[in-house]
């Protein structure tokens, strides 16, 4: 099968580009790297000549309100050049309860995203992860200092990068959902514990410190993003992970 990847290059990209090159399929991956411009359309309809898939993995360049014209513009392009080219699927990476926190921009940009894909005019599915492992030193990095790093209070269910890119390999391989699949990790935290078991696990003595304020994820109320009783869970533990990477 040949499956067209945008965003091909990034983390999970490039990590989806290598598994479902392994398990046999001819995986394309599509970025500016390789002459393909999202915003404008350039490149699209030769990255995407003879795919029966489109993985959709591109991230927008911001996370602030630029971020809602990056996504329109670029799911509107690519839904008009997937229907010219035939594509009979069309997957779409995004978050879980994605659609729970309209005070983010970059979480409605990525809300919007999904309606267009929705009402798009190709059998389409929404794979929606949790939190990547990888991520967690840079939200700590945002509210921090020599000796301090303040977190919120935030329920989250985070997943290893490899975990996300299985699931996303998974549900492009198989029969278009046309809904969400929801996935995270084993285990549910409180965003300052998670915090507090990886300063731990890397040696830092900082304190961590509970401040409702802090951060993008202040904003978040209750356990939007937690997986839900519907969400397959991924294998890989958090404490585990961090093992292996130190």
């Known amino acids: ?10 983390l999970i990209g490039s990590q989806v580009v290598q598994k479902l090159t392994a398990a046999g399929h001819e995986a394309v991956p599509a970025a500016p790297s390789t002459g393909v411009d999202l915003l404008t359309g350039e490149g699209l309809d030769r990255a995407l000549e003879g795919a029966e898939v489109v993985v959709n993995v591109a991230n927008s360049p911001t996370f602030d309100e630029a971020s809602l014209d990056f996504f329109r513009t670029t799911m509107t392009n690519l839904l008009a050049a997937g229907a010219r080219a035939g594509v009979r699927h069309q997957v779409v990476l995004s978050i879980v309860g994605v659609d729970q926190v309209p005070q983010l921009d970059y979480y409605r940009a990525k809300t919007l995203q999904e309606e267009l894909l929705r009402q798009g ?18 939200i700590m990095s945002w509210t921090s200092d020599d ?16 975990d996300v890119v299985a699931a996303v390999v998974d549900v492009a391989t198989g029969a278009p959902l046309n809904g969400i699949r929801n996935v995270a990790g084993p285990d549910v935290f409180t965003l300052d514990d998670l915090g507090r078991i990886t300063l731990a696990a890397q040696g830092d003595d900082r304190n961590v410190v509970v401040d409702d304020k802090a951060g993008m994820f202040a904003v978040v109320d209750g356990d939007v993003l937690t997986g839900g009783p519907d969400a397959h869970l991924a294998p890989t533990h958090y404490r585990e992970w961090l093992k292996a990477a130190h």
Do not use: C, D, W
């Open 147 to 162: 000796s301090t790093v303040r977190l919120p209070a935030t329920p989250v269910q985070p997943m290893a990068a490899a």
């Open 1 to 10: 099968m040949k499956l067209t990847v945008i965003g091909g290059t990034g």
């Open 121 to 138: 005019p190709t059998a389409y599915s929404i794979v929606r992860a949790t939190q990547f492992f990888e991520f967690v030193n840079a």
